[in-house]
């Protein structure tokens, strides 16, 4: 994501920039900005990128939805328990969804034909990966939990036939802990980022494993996220 964002509380101070940050909630005056972006998005036709910054109110949903042209999308953190409103948004190329415990069908996914880059931090329990298969052109994937809470995962051997050249995993809690080395046999991986108390000497098995990939085991809970 691009760090020269504008940054916007009201729609009527945008001025025609492809990228913003929106802050619209979390305010005595919520109510009117949020009114104020669900009228104006759908209309807002050279917005290419958008971050929302604060907390993501579900009454902007359908018109997000409507953003057909849309090619990134941030959301700090939500009440969110579906994204399937956005199925429509196959210009995504990049989707970066923060703490939303709530959600329940990240599926929805797949159906963005362009998407390189895709984080999920702090979704539902027992996140499941067997889905992720499917995502072949994807070059980076964040799978991550919260500053208080493990994202929990089943395995990471559906991540194999991946394209990946960066898995990020941050406080996030692997059932099958050998599923790991999967990393070993994704030929285009470059760079692991994880922040977890992996099984003594796994991350330098993996090392050794594969010799060229940048392993970087950041201590929990001192590390910045790298996307």
């Known amino acids: 994501m691009p760090r020269d964002w504008t ?8 001025q025609g920039e492809p990228s913003v940050r929106i802050a619209c909630t979390q305010r005595t005056d919520q109510a009117k900005l949020v009114r104020a972006w669900a009228d104006a ?45 956005w199925g429509s948004l ?25 998407l390189k880059l895709v984080t999920f931090d702090n979704v539902r329990a027992n996140f499941d990966t067997e889905w992720m298969s499917d995502l072949r ?14 994202q929990i995962i089943k395995t990471l051997w559906p991540l194999q036939g ?5 898995l990020v995993l941050i406080n996030t809690r692997i059932v099958d802990k050998d599923s790991l080395f999967v990393c070993a046999q994704m030929k285009k991986l470059k760079t692991l980022h994880t922040a977890y108390r992996w099984p003594r000497g796994s991350l330098e098995r993996l090392s050794e ?3 060229d990939l940048t392993i970087n085991g950041m201590t929990w809970p001192n590390f910045v996220s790298p996307v």
């Not at 196959?90 to 362009?114: I, Y």
């Not at 052109?137 to 493990?150: A, D, H, R």
């Not at 991946?162 to 960066?166: A, F, H, K, M, N």
């Open 41 to 85: 998005l759908p209309k807002l036709t050279d917005l290419r990128e958008i971050d929302f910054c604060s907390r993501f109110p579900n009454a902007l949903i359908q018109p997000v939805a409507q953003m057909a042209w849309l090619e990134k999308l941030k959301i700090k953190w939500s009440g969110l328990t579906s994204i399937e409103a």
């Open 162 to 166: 991946l394209g990946l050249e960066t």
């Open 90 to 114: 196959t210009s995504l190329r990049e989707f970066c969804l923060g703490s939303s415990p709530s959600l329940a069908d990240p599926q929805t996914v797949l159906k963005w034909p362009h």
């Open 137 to 150: 052109n994807l070059s980076v994937l964040g799978i991550n939990g919260s500053w208080s809470t493990s």
């Open 7 to 14: 940054f916007y509380e009201h729609p009527g101070e945008y």
């Open 209 to 211: 494993m594969r010799k």
